[in-house]
């Protein structure tokens, strides 16, 4: 799920760099690129904790959840401080880049579609039938 979410990410990244060009020039690419960035280090640093916990103890994972709920914006906040305090980004361009990459990106795997041209199919079927009971 999440490497279709980074996949997404990086096809992505360049219609947001365009975009943003346009609007404030290459500061403002480097702030995007940097927020989609960190959103997709959060997805990515989430998914490796929860799912390795989720294999090894899955009573765990309601806190699990919650801690890399928290470790993830402990980390994105002392990135962005990072980067805002050596003047390589524009602030507002790379917290809304952030939070809206991420949203487009959880919504868009959540809502199952559109599929990426590059994701494994399936090869098997599955049946949309209604399976009868029998009394």
């Not at 996949?7 to 992505?12: A, P, Q």
């Not at 690419?29 to 390795?52: K, Q, T």
């Not at 090894?56 to 805002?84: E, H, K, S, Y």
Request: with cysteine.
């Amino acid at each position: 799920m999440v490497a279709r979410m980074m996949r997404r990410g990086l096809w992505l990244a360049p219609i947001l760099g365009a975009g943003l060009w346009l609007w404030g020039g290459p500061l403002y690419v480097w702030s995007g690129v940097a927020g989609l960035g960190m959103a997709l280090l959060n997805l990515w640093l989430s998914a490796r904790l929860i799912g390795g916990v989720a294999d090894r103890n899955p009573q765990l994972l309601m806190v699990v959840g919650l801690a890399t709920f928290v470790l993830g914006l402990i980390l994105v906040t002392c990135i962005a401080l990072v980067l805002n305090a050596m003047n390589l980004i524009f602030f507002p361009v790379t917290g809304v880049s952030l939070i809206g990459s991420h949203l487009v990106l959880v919504v868009w795997e959540a809502s199952g579609g559109p599929r990426d041209a590059m994701a494994p199919t399936s090869k098997t079927t599955t049946s949309t039938r209604r399976p009868t009971v029998r009394s």
